[in-house]
């Protein structure tokens, strides 16, 4: 997805065994498809994140469907539990099928 915006957040350094916060935020219009501009007669076309999904170190560890009804920009957390340091990978899917997605690294220590 050309101009894709995502953002993931996570501490750089933890303790094994401790829960820690992910926070990502997707840059993204979220047009569910119902919104008629009634000055130039155009439905504008649903475009929408429709499925995110989170990897730890190649594990899926979280993963969500969304609809229509999720707002533009959408911001997600969610928390995990350390266990050994290396990458958090989350991937975002359009409905048209595009892809993107953003990763960070954590040390666990």
Known sequence: MAG??????VPERVRRGE????????RHPMEPG???????????????????TAFYNGVEV???????SVSANPYLSFHLKAVD???IEVIWI??????SS???RIEVV
């Open 34 to 52: 119902v919104r008629f501009d009634a000055g130039n007669l155009i439905v504008h076309p649903r475009h929408i994140l429709q499925a995110v």
């Open 85 to 87: 340091s290396g990458l």
């Open 62 to 68: 979280f993963s969500a469907d969304w609809f229509s």
């Open 94 to 99: 359009s409905d048209y099928n595009a892809r």
């Open 4 to 9: 894709t915006d995502r953002r993931i957040h």
């Open 19 to 26: 829960v820690f916060m992910v926070r990502t935020l997707a």
């Open 102 to 104: 953003a990763s960070a």
